[in-house]
């Protein structure tokens, strides 16, 4: 599996955008780039894939580059309920997931 | 009810002892996993199953086993606990599909302890 890279926290205020980033240059032509967050000790939930094209969904957008070798996840509008850890997961499609440590996000009033 | 259902939620044990961890999924997905979190790390693969006859190590099996009892049903297994097993343990499901979706559901956890 292709290995990401993502800071290890970052701050956001509320009601500001947040935008993670994550850096995965090995990845191959035909893996995804997921993205999942874990809320204090909950199991992780999906957020969004792509593949080439940016995607946007209630969640959240995700930019891939033209290379394909980063991305950058974006929450819009920031609630303090998206404190969390955010997960950048380059994978073939339906299977097991390389987690990482992720981003420690923490969205302040 | 949710669809992935982990027994029990939280459990202390002696070393030595044998622990099964069970996991339900209503989702009718072949895909299962059990996956293992220690503080301040991400998830860590123990095992894998695509269907009922498949069963596949993950990054970290020694010292566990799984079932695969029914497409519904998958077990975890500590035969001889130690103290090193204490971590949050969670199950999760998938179906892949043409889109890539593939998303994994996840369970709610089970806290285990290992004295």
């Known amino acids: 599996d292709a290995k990401t890279t993502q800071p290890p926290s970052m701050d956001c205020a509320e009601g500001r955008a947040a935008n993670l980033p994550c850096n995965h240059s090995t990845i191959s032509g035909n893996e995804y780039v997921y993205w999942y967050r874990q809320i204090h000790s909950q199991g992780p939930q999906y957020i969004i894939h792509?593949?080439?094209n940016n995607e946007t969904n209630e969640m959240a957008s995700l930019i891939i580059t033209e290379d394909r070798k980063s991305s950058t996840l974006i929450l819009p509008h920031a609630t303090l309920r998206d404190t969390a850890v955010y997960y950048c997961?380059?994978?073939?499609?339906?299977?097991?997931?390389?987690f990482g440590k992720g981003t420690s996000l923490l969205v302040t009033p | 009810d949710a669809d992935v259902t982990q027994t029990p939620r939280n459990r202390i044990t002696k070393t030595g002892k044998r622990i099964m961890l069970e996991c339900s999924q209503t989702k009718g997905h072949d895909r299962m996993y059990w996956y293992r979190q220690d503080p301040g790390l991400g998830l860590r693969l123990i095992y894998y199953?695509?269907?009922?006859?498949?069963?596949n190590k993950g990054e970290i099996s020694d010292g566990y086993s799984v079932s695969r009892q029914a497409q519904a049903k998958f077990s975890l297994s500590l035969e001889s606990a130690i103290p090193n097993q204490t971590a949050l343990y969670f199950c999760?499901?998938?179906?892949?599909?043409?889109?890539?979706?593939?998303?994994?559901?996840f369970g709610p956890g089970t806290r285990l302890t290992v004295l």
């Open positions: 792509g593949l080439k």
């Open positions: 199953s695509f269907d009922v006859k498949d069963i």
């Open positions: 997961i380059v994978n073939l499609s339906g299977y097991a997931l390389n």
């Open positions: 999760a499901t998938s179906d892949p599909d043409r889109r890539g979706r593939g998303e994994q559901f």
